[in-house]
């Protein structure tokens, strides 16, 4: 019987590159969105049940879970990959924002990953894939909202892959890069306040900054081929790096001091 996965946040990039990618390796896709009704490409491949997915909206968690093992039987993999990126001043961020910005990267990964864990856990098997970043274990300035929130993506999922082990379950971890989707679009919420004069040398060295290394993007097929890797490569590996600049500023990470390192990312924006 093929194996199953099921993804969040399938709609484009990296979630719809993935759940195009398992479905030509001959997989069952659960490719899940908010807004299944406006997806064409997706929906006209064969073994593809494309289902409404809100993180925010537990009916609608468990109704696409229970939707696709009606469909395949079972699911083999999760893909935690819906999210996007708050950036901007903390102080000018509405609380509502800042709110938003948690629920979707993190208690909805949560509450995704809770609601299969049932389903994993009867059959002793599973395989849960959360997206993290490079900014999860590195920071840009700017980025207090959205780097807490994959900050906590790698802290849950180290922890969760010890109690994951005792039902027979993996937790992988993917790190991509910067990458070539819409993470400068509909996926980035930039919030600013022109009147707070005294950050607005450092917004601009920001713009200017991700201008620069966008020219670098990696394509989202290849975050794609990373997560198909994790998902059968039948290892333990826990992280998985997707990108030559997230091979480059990680093992940087690594290798120089943190004042080292912070002098880096200064001279990288320009501060």
Do not use: C
């Not at 099921?6 to 030509?24: C, E, P, R, Y």
């Not at 700017?142 to 892959?161: D, M, N, P, Q």
């Not at 900054?209 to 039948?234: C, H, R, W």
């Amino acid at each position: 019987m093929n194996k199953t996965i099921l993804i969040t946040g399938a709609s484009s990039g990296i979630g719809k590159a993935t759940a195009a990618l398992f479905q030509a390796k001959g997989w069952n896709v659960v490719a899940t969105m908010r807004a299944p009704e406006k997806e064409t490409e997706l929906s006209s491949l064969d073994n593809v049940l494309v289902s409404r997915l809100d993180v925010l909206d537990l009916d609608s968690i468990q109704q696409a879970i229970e939707g696709g093992i009606e469909k395949f039987g079972k699911i083999d993999v999760l893909l935690n990959n819906a999210g996007y990126g708050a950036y901007g001043p903390l102080e000018a961020f509405p609380r509502e924002s800042i709110i938003r910005q948690f629920n979707t990267n993190v208690i909805g990964l949560l509450d995704v990953t809770r609601g299969i864990l049932p389903h994993f856990r009867k059959h002793k098997s599973g395989i849960i894939i959360n997206v993290s970043s490079i900014g999860g274990k590195i920071t840009f300035p700017l980025g207090s909202l959205y780097h807490g929130t994959k900050f906590a993506v790698e802290g849950i999922s180290e922890a969760l892959s010890f109690e994951m082990a005792q039902i027979g379950v993996k937790v992988k971890i993917v790190e991509p890069g910067l990458i070539a989707t819409d993470f400068g679009g509909r996926s980035f919420d930039f919030s600013n306040n022109e009147e707070m004069i005294e950050y607005q040398p450092i917004v601009g060295a920001l713009f200017k900054s991700f201008q620069a290394m966008g020219s670098n993007a990696s394509p989202a097929t290849l975050v794609a081929d990373v997560i198909y890797k994790a998902a059968t490569d039948e290892t333990n590996t826990l992280r998985y790096r997707a990108g030559l600049d997230a091979e480059r500023l990680l093992d940087n990470r690594k290798k120089l001091d943190e004042e080292e390192f912070v002098g880096m990312v200064k001279q990288q924006f320009g501060l």
